[in-house]
């Protein structure tokens, strides 16, 4: 029988309190986790601090090993089922067959790569040598003009979906407060928002590329056309959800609130930016999210549609390649596609969650 | 600075000097972006590029694949492109205004013969029964009279006989039509109403993209199409059709590409236009080069994503100089892509009288035109002056030899009758060549309706 000292007590207090301070913080992350997509972060760092095992055991496997699982089966299924299927481009590659071309893709955006690089050593050469005869007016730099490797279709891509998709916030959440404000508003803007939404890129494209051609001139400008009639077809079909759902979170705004400001007088611009906005930002945020996900979707098409430069253009040319490499290729492009969608609706949830928690404190 | 630098290059060529370095070309415009469709005819752009023949010329080029034919013109003529490798027929149609209007000219032809006729696995099957057979191959060329009791059946039991095509002012417009009416078989007429080119038809024809004509007739949509290369030997590796015949069989040494700029352009940037069109004679050069011993490295450039994107073996079949029939009957076509022998890249006038006679044949041209008329169109569009000073610059910095070029030639051939019909055709009387053909407009016939008028 041991007895249990002043010492023993304190320590164990202190160590409680700690646990209790590293649970707090635990759970706060896990907020954090979740946004991110990895809630199964949090058993794990519970489990490694100490909490009961298997309570955390099955939250792990729920979290964890189920969704494993499932990818695993998923892959099986595809490895078997893929070969059975012939195409006239041979069979439908597996898993093991995408692999490879993600490897191909990278191999060929860095022998791309050297290929520039080769490129500038050459001009280099070439203006050392007009330098060197005295011709120095005739020394230029220039970009190199090669193809846009995987790599640079993808970020061409992403640079444009965020294009058109701050366009259309910036057209859509003024329209939507207005329309959320005045019923009127309401009324005028209701049947045309509810007529072009169903509207499909596709019909979009052919229009916007008209229009920028004989509005868009300058060809000395920031922008290429293909850039221009890319990111406006992501506007034209990604601003509805956005103005949609600021419009209802404008005009579900509290009516002690409208009281409040109509006591304290606040002009419209106050009253805007202090009430309306902070409450109805929870919404808006949903919306500016499913409109980044249908621009992502929609950009994707419009690029196919218009061989606008981009991940659409890298399916479509894979497509018209027809090489024993080209669904894989194809497949390649499908996951990456989804990966960066679901990336970018992460990344808006991220987001929304920063500010909504900001707001709710 | 010398004095040299200061006068235009084009100054001196006035004054008879010549410009004892590439670097002297004053260009007004470097940075170019060209488009281009994946045919394995594309190769000279190819070429100009890898091998650093643009670079040579000072000119840093992008080469962008299109979607279709129509995409790559409208692209031209709005600025987008700087340039195209196009159809024959395209600078010419939009030239005289048969579709999108533009005055578009050529400075350089791509190449020579290129494309087949392939028609589906059951298309062939019926067929073969009428083409004649020697040591158990069928005798070639074959010709569209096996197809006729084919279509005849076909349309007896009611069914549309369709066929695809690329464009309707595309080489291979013209020459499924010839064909087709060489064996007697009705392909269609445009009229200034109906551009669906079906009018009186016994075959219908219909716009399908390159890429997209092996899915097409997998889909059972046509039974058969023509287009160039690698489409007719994809179709013999996917196993779902048979070419039945080349052009060259049709037409000997047909002209096919042209390489195709705005007016414009040329006007407004003279200098650049000489040096892209001697970056391109360079590639034809090596592309032909001792009997054809680049092709291999050719066909690997081809093959890569950015250009055409085939399988290399698909591609090499009919770039090294064989073409594969039914699966096993190789047969050896050493001139099946001709790139520059013959005086292949010549701009010559009687190539775009005859592409004008065949407009008119088929009713694209509505109207009897004067044989003048056909002249001035052609020299309206090709530009063999812009080639000869290309040639001649080239000739100077010892690139290539004098006797590469037709120097004395007043842009047509020779009369020739190495059509698979037998007529002859002479550039200098295009309607006198009308007049020859029994299926087709010609003097002052019109389409009216649906019928043949005059």
Known sequence: MTTVTETDFAAEAAREARRAKLFTRINKADTWFRVLGLSWVTPVL????????????????????????????????????????????????????????????????????????????????????????????????????????YYDQIWTSIQTVFFG???????????????GLSPTANAAFNPIIQIFKPVSPLAWLPIVTMVVSAVYVTNDGWFSKSFLNSAITVTLCSLWPTLINTALGVASIDKDLINVGKVLKLGTWTKITKLVLPSALPLIFT??????????????????????????????????????????????????????????????????????????? | MSIRTLLPATAFLALGLSAAHAQF??????????????????????????????????????????????????????????????????????????GTEAHIVTPFSMDLNGNGITVSNEIWAAMKEHVPHED?????????????????????????????????????????????????LKPGYYSPENVSGQIDADVLLSVTPPPQMPATMEAGTI??????????????????????????????????????????????????????????????????????ANRPEAVEILSRSEYVGADEEVIANSM??????????????????VFFRYYATYPYYSDAVWYLTQMRRWGQISEAKTDEWYFEQAEKVYRPDIYLEAARLLV???????????????????????????????????????????????????????????
């Open chain 1, 46 to 149: 519970r489990a490694a601090a100490g909490d009961n095992p298997k309570s955390q055991i099955t939250e792990i496997w729920r979290l964890l090993g189920v969704p494993l699982l499932a990818i695993i089966a998923f892959l099986t299924l595809w490895a078997t089922l893929a070969p059975t299927v012939q195409t006239s481009l041979g069979a439908i590659p597996g898993p093991g067959a995408v692999w490879e071309q993600v490897g191909e893709l990278h191999a060929d955006h860095v022998r791309e790569r050297e290929k520039a690089a080769a490129f500038y050593e050459r001009q280099d050469v070439r203006n050392a040598k007009l330098e060197a005869e005295g011709q120095a007016d005739r020394i230029k730099f220039r970009t190199y003009t090669g193809k846009p490797t």
């Open chain 1, 165 to 179: 998709f701050l366009i259309a916030t910036a057209v859509a959440v003024p329209i939507g407060i207005l329309c």
């Open chain 1, 287 to 361: 919306g500016l999210r499913l409109s980044l996900g249908v621009g992502w979707m929609v950009l994707i098409a419009a690029e196919m549609l218009a061989q606008n430069p981009g991940l659409g253009k890298f399916v479509w040319d894979e497509f018209q390649n027809g090489s024993s490499q080209s669904l894989a290729k194809i497949m390649v492009a499908v996951f990456t596609i989804g990966i960066i969608g679901f990336l970018l609706d992460r990344l808006m949830y991220a987001v929304q969650a920063a500010f909504t928690f900001s707001n709710n404190r």
């Open chain 2, 25 to 98: 070309l004053e260009l007004e415009k470097d940075e170019l972006t060209f488009g281009f469709i994946k045919l394995t005819d594309m190769a000279p752009l190819a070429v100009a590029y890898e091998n650093g023949y643009f670079e040579d010329e000072g000119l840093f080029v992008t080469l962008e694949a299109q979607a279709n034919w129509k995409v790559l013109l409208d692209g031209v003529i709005d600025g987008q492109l700087d340039g195209a490798h196009m159809l024959a027929g395209q600078p010419l149609a939009a030239t005289i205004g048969f």
């Open chain 2, 136 to 184: 158990g191959k069928p005798v070639h060329p074959i010709p569209a009279s096996a197809l006729k009791p084919v279509v005849e059946q076909y349309r007896a039991d009611g069914k549309p006989f369709n066929m695809g095509m690329v464009f309707p002012v595309s080489t291979h417009n013209y020459e499924l039509r010839y064909w087709l009416a060489a064996g007697d």
């Open chain 2, 223 to 292: 039974y058969g199409y023509c287009v160039g290369e690698p489409w007719n030997q994809q179709a013999v590796f996917k196993g779902i059709g048979v070419p039945v015949i080349t052009d060259y069989e049709i037409w000997k040494n047909n002209p096919e590409k042209v390489f195709g700029i705005t007016a414009e352009f040329a006007e407004e940037y003279p200098n650049t236009t000489l040096a892209i069109t001697k970056a391109l004679i360079r590639a034809a050069m090596w592309l032909d080069e001792n009997d054809n």
């Open chain 2, 320 to 337: 090294t100089g064989t073409f594969e029939y039914e699966k096993g009957d190789k047969r050896e076509i050493p001139d099946f892509n």
């Open chain 2, 396 to 454: 100077d910095e010892g690139l290539a030899s004098e006797a590469d070029f037709p120097w004395e030639t007043d842009g047509y051939r020779e009369a020739t009758s190495e059509f698979i019909d037998g007529l002859e055709y002479d550039g200098r009387q295009p309607n006198a060549y009308l007049d020859s053909f029994p299926i087709g407009l010609k003097g002052s016939q019109k389409v009216v309706g649906n019928a043949v008028e005059g």
